[in-house]
């Protein structure tokens, strides 16, 4: 059984599943047996939640296949054991959808007949923008761990991050960052920041904004014009946040070592080709022909604020712009973009999935 399933989660199933005593347990936890009552009675109440029961049903099925015969494990094991996700892959992909449920307004809505769940984010008036796509499984293990809940019921269900879940995240982006020996100081340090050098980009000395609840790209999609019409189009804020999302994807493959700031260098973009395979690789292809395309100074634009969520005005200093003019120049990238997506991708094509 995978390492992230929690302990209340794994004695209920085997007392459940495989029939273990309560008094068993107690003594192998090295605790009272009360606390795994407790353990089991709360799990059984949390069955309610779509994600948790079908969670613990595929557990319970991995647990099951691990006590059948050999003739007959093999076969299961095709069935049930690949449905869930790894340790490496779960961690991974928590670190991503977490981020993105952290932001103002979004939730993780999913349906029964859906094979994966959508993270959308409220924007101006009644629009939504959806902002990732992930594997029904990952949404489960989330659920099972109390990362996200949910307070309705219907078609489709809506999960927002819970408390537990942004410490989860702090904790997984702090185990990822770089190690700083504070000493004896009164004050608390602040939370350091991942390097972009374990993304797979040069180190610059830059701090990518991993934890806030909006993005430079969603904060300036709320501005609006003296006329009152919205600064950026939902097209355009969609086309910003495609290229996040496959920015996210490519550092997700194993020994990256893509060097995105060759494209901050006027002149310095060279072809990206798609080494190795599935979609990490893809991913890398997507960024590097879509920063191509926009070529220095728009894609400089891009990259920091849409991709490492540099401030607007933190972008005119590292690149020696007008004060305001950051806003204009992203405007036309995303425009340029969003054009780009159009002819390779298709109007359909906005996000992945």
Same mark, same amino acid.
């Given at each position: 059984?995978?390492?992230?399933?929690?302990?209340?989660?794994?004695?209920?199933?085997?007392?459940?599943?495989?029939?273990?005593?309560?008094?068993?347990? @107690?003594?192998?936890?090295?605790?009272?047996?009360?606390?795994?009552?407790?353990?089991?009675?709360?799990?059984?109440?949390?069955?309610?939640?779509?994600?948790?029961?079908?969670?613990? !049903?595929?557990?319970?099925?991995?647990?099951?296949?691990?006590?059948?015969?050999?003739?007959?494990?093999?076969?299961?094991?095709?069935?049930?054991?690949?449905?869930?996700?790894?340790? &490496?892959?779960?961690?991974?992909?928590?670190?991503?959808?977490?981020?993105?449920?952290?932001? /103002?307004?979004?939730?993780?809505?999913?349906?029964?007949?859906?094979?994966?769940? &959508?993270?959308?984010?409220?924007?101006?008036?009644?629009?939504?923008?959806? /902002? @990732?796509?992930?594997?029904?499984?990952?949404?489960?293990?989330?659920?099972?761990?109390?990362?996200?809940?949910?307070?309705?019921?219907?078609?489709?269900?809506?999960?927002?991050?819970?408390?537990?879940?942004?410490?989860?995240?702090?904790?997984?982006?702090?185990?990822?960052?770089?190690?700083?020996?504070?000493?004896?100081?009164?004050?608390?340090?602040? %939370?350091?920041?991942?390097?972009?050098?374990?993304?797979?980009?040069?180190?610059?000395?830059?701090?990518?904004?991993?934890?806030?609840? !909006?993005?430079?790209?969603?904060?300036?999609?709320?501005?609006?014009?003296?006329?009152?019409?919205?600064?950026?189009?939902?097209?355009?804020?969609?086309?910003?946040?495609?290229?996040?999302?496959? %920015?996210?994807?490519?550092?997700?493959?194993?020994?990256? /070592?893509?060097?995105?700031?060759?494209?901050?260098?006027?002149?310095?973009?060279?072809?990206?080709?798609?080494?190795?395979?599935?979609?990490?690789?893809?991913?890398? @292809?997507?960024?590097?022909?879509?920063?191509?395309?926009?070529?220095?100074?728009?894609?400089?634009?891009?990259?920091?604020?849409?991709?490492?969520?540099?401030?607007?005005?933190?972008?005119?200093?590292?690149?020696?712009?007008?004060?305001?003019?950051?806003?204009?120049?992203?405007?036309?990238?995303?425009?340029?973009?969003?054009?780009?997506?159009?002819?390779?991708?298709?109007?359909?094509? @906005?996000?992945?999935?």
């Amino acid at each position: 059984m995978p390492e992230w399933v929690p302990p209340d989660a794994y004695h209920y199933l085997s007392h459940v599943e495989l029939g273990k005593p309560i008094r068993a347990l @107690a003594r192998s936890a090295e605790c009272h047996a009360s606390t795994i009552l407790r353990q089991i009675r709360r799990i059984e109440t949390r069955r309610d939640d779509p994600l948790v029961d079908d969670a613990l !049903e595929t557990l319970g099925r991995v647990s099951r296949n691990k006590v059948t015969p050999a003739k007959d494990q093999q076969q299961m094991h095709l069935t049930t054991e690949t449905m869930m996700p790894d340790d &490496v892959t779960f961690s991974r992909e928590a670190r991503r959808i977490l981020r993105r449920l952290c932001e /103002t307004g979004a939730v993780l809505a999913i349906a029964a007949d859906m094979e994966k769940a &959508v993270v959308v984010r409220d924007g101006a008036g009644s629009c939504t923008t959806r /902002t @990732a796509v992930v594997d029904r499984p990952i949404a489960q293990a989330m659920a099972l761990k109390g990362w996200i809940a949910t307070k309705g019921t219907g078609r489709i269900i809506r999960y927002h991050i819970t408390a537990a879940g942004r410490t989860a995240l702090e904790q997984i982006l702090q185990r990822e960052a770089p190690h700083h020996d504070a000493g004896f100081a009164e004050a608390q340090t602040p %939370f350091a920041e991942k390097s972009p050098q374990r993304d797979g980009f040069a180190d610059t000395g830059r701090q990518s904004r991993r934890t806030l609840a !909006e993005s430079p790209l969603s904060a300036l999609a709320r501005r609006r014009e003296k006329d009152g019409t919205r600064f950026l189009s939902n097209r355009q804020v969609q086309a910003g946040e495609r290229l996040r999302e496959d %920015f996210e994807l490519a550092q997700m493959g194993e020994n990256t /070592t893509m060097n995105w700031e060759r494209f901050l260098t006027p002149g310095g973009a060279t072809p990206v080709h798609n080494q190795g395979g599935g979609a990490p690789a893809l991913a890398r @292809a997507r960024v590097g022909a879509a920063l191509e395309e926009l070529g220095p100074g728009l894609s400089d634009i891009v990259l920091r604020c849409c991709c490492y969520l540099e401030g607007l005005e933190t972008a005119e200093k590292r690149l020696g712009w007008s004060a305001r003019s950051a806003k204009i120049v992203l405007r036309i990238a995303l425009i340029r973009l969003r054009k780009h997506y159009d002819e390779t991708l298709g109007p359909g094509g @906005a996000m992945i999935g």
